[in-house]
């Protein structure tokens, strides 16, 4: 396994050349930052995950995370002091508010900062990461009272914060939630009920863990609408805010999982004596509204995964093509082996992970930058477009992002070959890995679906229609670059099947549901895969092609478009097909 390299000009280049920096910067709400503080802030960050945090991935793989009797979970040896060092580093406290000890920073340099986390250690990181959407929940709808109490250390890292939604049988299906709350009478709550697929519901990285759990009040009207969201700590707190006594809230097991092995996975059980105590967020039954605030940024951060994941099998991929000799590649001189870099098949692998890498960062750090824009806007029309944007790249951030990191994780070990498929190696790791992240923070079927069910009804297909536009208006200005007119031309068709997709979904949202819901996969990987390419493709006007660096950018953006883009007009043929074909088997014939 390649030690991991903190792509530092990568990540800058997108954040300044494609994602728009500058502008977010220029917004008040940002003025106390600047460019280049950014910058030296992630070049601290690169270095601390290389050196610290990567090489506990390992560890999290084969020691792996443990329960014991007690009840209590043991993390790997080595990540409590790697994640001590973490929460002193201060750098998952960047984005929030200054009020509660964060920095302030845009949240697309937060990004950045998960980005290097997830790629030195994505299991490690899946605790930070759900600790922020806690904070996200919180801060938006606590009381002024748990903002102030449990704010200050999980913006540190101090404490962690957990998401409890799903129960044994209520999966994706959270409107079937039975957990119970009852009322006390100094305003608490008792709450009693078991949650499944809780990531690191238990664990010895902190000292408090703050789960934010969805349960049902007496009396609660049925499915989602009936549901309200409480704060539940791992340890109830003394009247001067210090750890106090234990609350009735426990682990009784974690699972055995396919990959991130770091990471516990638990089965929560709260109230099984006198009953977990807990306090109301927010109002009754808004819990799923509140949810949603934690679970959009939640869902973001998981297509910054796939980036990150596919970034460290990349780096993998790349090493061993450049030290394994195998065959003769044409051109090279008789009786001389060559390094398999140089085979044309195994370098469309590395490119294809290459423009991949370069697509998904642009696609996630731009959806980072919408939601920038959106909270900084002091005009209430400006808000709505900015936040209409980053709603529309949310289901595609998330589950294209995942999608794609199967396929290039997979090809990282097809590049090893068979010591690809030896656990030894350390990419078979990355591979497995990345195999849960189409489907936690709700599978990419469900992203489909809020795609076309959701995102597309906003100004019936407006805001689509309008983003490709923006990558239209650049088109001029791409094909002058020096071999970029094939490319701009791709665009161009890629851009027009996806108008004809998107017109023809808006024509059959209302009287065919079935062959809406049928085309939603190939709509979202159609659109997807046709953003990407306009990020990349707009990103190219103004660089140098003499700058080594910058010709890179150039030529991953023409592989985007002229190899990889060809398969949205394959998509945008699919997604006109009706249901019919989905259905022409019954079910009991399968």
């Known amino acids: 396994m390649a030690d991991y390299r903190a792509p530092i000009a990568d990540i800058a280049h997108t954040l300044t050349n494609v994602a728009g920096l500058d502008q977010v910067l220029d917004q008040e709400l940002f003025s106390h930052v600047d460019s280049d503080t950014v910058i030296g802030v992630l070049e601290e960050v690169g270095r601390f995950m290389s050196e610290v945090v990567a090489p506990?991935?390992?560890?999290?793989?084969?020691?792996?995370?443990?329960?014991?009797?007690?009840?209590?979970?043991?993390?790997?040896?080595?990540?409590?002091?790697?994640y001590a060092q973490y929460v002193a580093s201060g750098f998952g406290a960047m984005p929030f508010d200054a009020e509660y000890g964060g920095a302030g920073f845009p949240w697309m340099t937060a990004l950045a900062v998960q980005e290097m986390l997830n790629s030195a250690n994505m299991a490690m990181a899946l605790c930070p990461l759900l600790t922020q959407g806690a904070i996200d929940a919180i801060e938006a709808h606590g009381s002024q009272e748990q903002k102030e109490t449990y704010l200050p250390k999980m913006l540190t890292g101090e404490w962690a914060g957990t998401m409890n939604l799903s129960e044994p049988q209520a999966g994706s299906d959270v409107g079937a939630v039975r957990t119970?709350?009852?009322?006390?009478?100094?305003?608490?709550?008792?709450?009693?009920?078991?949650?499944?697929?809780?990531?690191?519901?238990?664990?010895?990285?902190?000292?408090?863990?703050?789960?934010?759990?969805?349960?049902?009040?007496?009396?609660?009207?049925?499915?989602?609408?009936?549901?309200?969201?409480?704060?539940?700590?791992?340890?109830?707190?003394?009247?001067?805010?210090?750890?106090?006594?234990?609350?009735?809230?426990?682990?009784?097991?974690?699972?055995?999982?396919?990959?991130?092995?770091?990471?516990?996975?638990?089965?929560?059980s709260y109230g099984e004596n006198d009953g977990a105590i807990g306090w109301l967020v927010g109002e009754e039954n808004e819990g799923m509204r509140n949810m949603?605030?934690?679970?959009?940024?939640?869902?973001?951060?998981?297509?910054?995964?796939?980036?990150?994941?596919?970034?460290?099998?990349?780096?993998?991929?790349?090493?061993?093509?450049?030290?394994?000799?195998?065959?003769?590649?044409?051109?090279?001189?008789?009786?001389?082996?060559?390094?398999i870099v140089e085979h044309p098949d195994v370098r469309r692998l590395l490119m294809t992970q290459r423009a991949w890498i370069d697509a998904m960062r642009a696609l996630t750090y731009t959806n980072a930058a919408f939601l920038d824009m959106a909270k900084a806007a002091t005009d209430t029309e400006a808000a709505r477009s900015w936040r209409e944007k980053a709603d529309l790249y949310i289901p595609l951030s998330k589950s294209l992002c995942t999608d794609v990191a199967q396929e290039c994780t997979s090809s990282a070990v097809q590049i090893f070959g068979g010591m690809g498929y030896v656990e030894e190696t350390g990419v078979a790791q990355h591979y497995r890995d990345a195999r849960i992240l189409p489907i936690y923070e709700g599978t990419n079927g469900i992203q489909a679906a809020d795609l076309v069910g959701r995102k597309l009804g906003m100004r019936s297909g407006g805001v689509v229609h309008d983003e490709l536009s923006r990558f239209e208006s650049m088109l001029d200005d791409v094909a002058k670059v020096d071999g970029m007119a094939a490319a701009a031309e791709n665009m161009r068709q890629a851009i027009s099947s996806s108008r004809e997709a998107t017109e023809h979904l808006v024509s059959v949202?209302?009287?065919?549901?079935?062959?809406?819901?049928?085309?939603?996969?190939?709509?979202?990987?159609?659109?997807?895969?046709?953003?990407?390419?306009?990020?990349?493709?707009?990103?190219?006007?103004?660089?140098?092609?003499s700058n080594e660096f910058e010709a890179a950018k150039i030529a991953s953006a023409r592989f985007f478009c002229e190899q990889l883009l060809p398969a949205a007009q394959g998509w945008a043929s699919a997604v006109k097909m009706s249901s019919e074909t989905l259905y022409a088997i019954p079910a009991d014939a399968f």
């Not at 792996?64 to 409590?80: I, N, R």
Request: glycine share 10%.
């Open 56 to 82: 506990t991935n390992k560890d999290g793989d084969t020691v792996k995370a443990q329960w014991h009797a007690d009840a209590s979970v043991t993390t790997p040896e080595s990540f409590k002091p790697a």
């Open 180 to 268: 119970k709350a009852e009322p006390n009478a100094d305003g608490s709550w008792k709450i009693t009920g078991t949650k499944i697929w809780i990531t690191f519901g238990e664990h010895d990285m902190t000292d408090q863990i703050i789960h934010l759990v969805l349960a049902r009040t007496p009396g609660a009207p049925p499915g989602t609408k009936g549901i309200s969201m409480f704060l539940v700590p791992k340890f109830l707190l003394n009247a001067d805010g210090s750890i106090g006594e234990k609350n009735d809230v426990s682990c009784v097991s974690i699972e055995h999982k396919l990959g991130i092995h770091g990471s516990p996975t638990c089965v929560m």
């Open 292 to 339: 949603f605030t934690m679970m959009n940024n939640a869902r973001l951060s998981v297509g910054l995964q796939g980036l990150a994941i596919t970034e460290r099998a990349y780096q993998d991929a790349v090493q061993y093509a450049n030290e394994r000799r195998q065959g003769r590649a044409i051109g090279a001189p008789a009786g001389e082996q060559s390094l």
């Open 509 to 545: 949202a209302s009287n065919d549901p079935a062959s809406l819901l049928a085309s939603s996969t190939p709509y979202l990987r159609m659109l997807g895969t046709t953003v990407c390419a306009g990020l990349l493709a707009g990103s190219v006007v103004g660089l140098d092609p």
